[in-house]
């Protein structure tokens, strides 16, 4: 009996992933639901004797199994997309089933975790801080002075965190990680638990990730004798983006509003319940297996570039013809991302933006595509990695209105907490109208007439009303309480400076 791999990936579920599985096995076949390779753009991918098929449909099954199907892809390691990437975090993607416990030990699985418990705590945070690891969500903190910090602060009880809570648009490796390899976050949290002192561990998940949830659950509990004592539970959030900052996320789990906190103290230091707590995302921690593992401190260190080490899941989205996760050492340029690896645009047409880190990046122009992908080189040019999702857009994009969206985005996932963050994203809306107006009526600009027809009985200039909007974009940064309100001026001033043109005239 032929076996059959198909990915039960949220995506590949979407694409119709189960109506494949259900003809092969009427076919007679034996399926196996695997996790996803991340080769979004061929799903449904199936695999029989390592070679691939996609994107597949129920009416492909017999030419599949006949040989005669067009739709091979050949040995899928082999593969352009996948051979050419350094897959540490994603090594098992498409090779093993999310809830094996002996598919996760027979590919390495627990490895670190037991060298890290031979090991004394510090010897363990040392080397976390010796990989050169970062956070791997949004500013690059990195991650041993964070486990160094809670380890070394008094307290009987300390947690670990994970914040799952992947709400930035065109990202994707939280959920693929968390649906097809879940052991290795919980092995993750659970040699940082031993690394801190910490008793107890909350994954926060966003609730538009149903598969991911109950995956995770299901982990947790196979897993719960080889993490002991150490507990995890599974927390959902209801979806708002702010609770993807970090003391947000905190007063969630503690059942009240999704609001940011003030900062100090830090959450290392007083976090969940007051008490000293490590908040990693998903990525980061997925990455402490490896790390634990004998030599893989070394290894992290080795790859990178600068202070950017090791590998970065990179997510591809957008109006690009390869999307999918694609895995790779710091300081690859988005031109070899974008035309390279993801093949150009969907639509066939020239590029014209590229928004790098979820929907408060700065927008990238193609005179910049040369720009390593690294944290010091993005900073240097105003722009963040974030979680490393990247969003294509083609010659028809109007900039503008992608600025605008920024603005609006902010107003309506604002927690209100402070004034930079709720009401200037209200005004920068309105100011943002009244620029791309000119004078004019236009479909954004309805709302904002009243403001429109004030500013120009005030008189003020297009130059002055240009100048205002960058000074709001300064205050917005320099003012707000957390990353909301402080990275929405990214988007809105590299679209004003690359593409003008988009803001009339």
């Not at 259900?22 to 449904?44: I, K, Q, Y």
């Not at 590919?107 to 976390?128: K, L």
């Not at 150009?344 to 910049?368: E, N």
Request: aromatic share 8%; glycine share 12%; charged share 20%.
């Amino acid at each position: 009996m032929r076996v059959v791999r198909i990915s039960d990936d949220a995506l590949a579920l979407a694409c119709g992933a189960d109506a494949v599985a259900a003809a092969f096995v009427a076919a007679g076949c034996t399926v196996e639901r695997v996790s996803s390779w991340g080769m979004h753009w061929l799903e449904p991918l199936v695999e029989i004797d390592g070679i691939g098929y996609g994107p597949a449909t129920p009416a492909d099954v017999a030419s599949i199994l006949d040989g005669s199907s067009t739709k091979s892809i050949d040995l899928i390691a082999e593969h352009p997309f996948i051979a050419s990437q350094q897959r540490l975090t994603f090594a098992r993607a498409g090779r093993t089933r999310a809830l094996s416990l002996d598919d996760y030990i027979a590919t390495g699985g627990w490895t670190g975790f037991h060298r890290a418990r031979a090991m004394a705590p510090d010897q363990v945070v040392a080397e976390v801080l010796a990989s050169g690891l970062r956070g791997r969500g949004g500013a690059g903190f990195p991650a041993g002075i964070k486990w160094k910090t809670v380890a070394d602060a008094p307290g009987d009880r300390k947690y670990i965190v994970c914040n799952a809570d992947e709400g930035d648009s065109g990202t994707f490796a939280d959920r693929m990680l968390m649906e097809g390899d879940p052991f290795q976050l919980i092995e993750g949290m659970a040699i940082a638990a031993y690394a801190v002192g910490a008793g107890q561990g909350y994954i926060y998940v966003r609730s538009e990730y149903p598969h991911a949830i109950t995956k995770l659950r299901a982990a947790i509990d196979l897993a719960a004798d080889f993490i002991a004592p150490f507990r995890l539970e599974v927390r959902v959030g209801a979806g708002a983006y702010v609770c993807g900052e970090e003391t947000s996320l905190l007063n969630s789990i503690e059942g009240k509003r999704g609001e940011v906190r003030a900062k100090p103290p830090l959450p290392a230091l007083k976090g969940l319940f007051g008490c000293p707590t490590v908040v990693n995302n998903v990525l980061t921690l997925a990455a402490i297996p490896h790390i634990l593992t004998e030599g893989g401190a070394s290894l992290y260190d080795s790859l990178g570039l600068d202070r950017s080490k090791g590998t970065m899941p990179i997510q591809l989205a957008g109006n690009i013809r390869h999307g999918g996760l694609y895995e790779t050492a710091f300081g690859i340029t988005l031109h070899a991302l974008i035309h390279e690896v993801g093949g150009g645009t969907a639509s066939g047409r020239p590029v014209k933006a590229v928004q790098v880190g979820g929907p408060l990046g700065a927008y990238i122009h193609p005179d910049r595509f040369d720009l390593p992908f690294a944290y010091e080189a993005y900073a240097g040019a105003d722009a963040l990695i974030g979680h490393g999702g990247v969003t294509v857009f083609d010659d028809t994009a109007d900039m503008g209105r992608m600025a605008r969206f920024a603005m609006e985005f902010c107003a309506a996932e604002s927690c209100g907490k402070c004034t930079p963050c709720r009401i200037g994203s209200t005004r920068g809306v309105e100011l943002i109208d009244r620029i791309r107006a000119g004078g004019r009526a236009s479909a954004d600009s309805v709302e904002s007439l009243p403001q429109m027809h004030n500013a120009r009985k005030a008189g003020r200039s297009r130059a002055e009303e240009l100048q205002l909007l960058e000074d709001l974009c300064d205050v917005m940064q320099s003012g707000s309480l957390c990353a909301l309100g402080g990275f929405t001026p990214y988007p809105v001033m590299s679209a004003l400076r690359h593409w003008p043109e988009d803001f009339g005239t």
